[in-house]
């Protein structure tokens, strides 16, 4: 049975960091191209990152602006999230999800396998 185990959230201060992971099992990992999403209280679930199978693409959300990064651990079977110059807005449950597409596609519909979120708080 395939499962995605995201970790790593938690209250960190505003211009702080965290490193969000999601294991995965029961699926090649490595075939698979791999997102963030995100969904904050009152509003929709939102494209954060993504990257391709091979790893040699990604895609990020506007609202990143080069705070985020996406990487993979084909070993591992997971996939992070680093998260830099955290701003109280990041305030959400991250969510990871996975499909096998060609390219790290934005839109929620197109990932059929999907975690159960972790909290991310950032105060100000």
């Known amino acids: 049975q395939e499962h995605l185990v995201e970790s790593g959230g938690g209250l960190a201060q505003a211009g702080g960091s965290l490193r969000l992971s999601c294991t995965v099992s029961?699926?090649?990992?490595?075939?698979?191209?791999m997102a963030w999403f995100r969904q904050a209280p009152g509003k929709e679930r939102e494209f954060v990152a993504a990257?391709?199978?091979?790893?040699?693409?990604?895609a990020y959300a506007d609202f990143v602006q080069d705070r985020f990064t996406i990487s993979k651990d084909n070993a591992k079977n997971t996939v992070y999230l680093q998260m830099d110059s955290l701003k109280p807005e990041d305030t959400a449950v991250y969510y990871c999800?996975?499909?096998?597409?060609?390219?790290?596609?934005?839109?929620?519909?197109?990932?059929?396998?999907w975690g159960q979120g972790t909290q991310v708080t950032v105060s100000s």
């Open positions: 029961g699926i090649t990992f490595s075939w698979y191209t």
């Open positions: 990257m391709n199978w091979r790893g040699g693409e990604t």
């Open positions: 999800a996975a499909d096998r597409l060609s390219y790290p596609t934005r839109v929620q519909s197109q990932y059929y396998y």
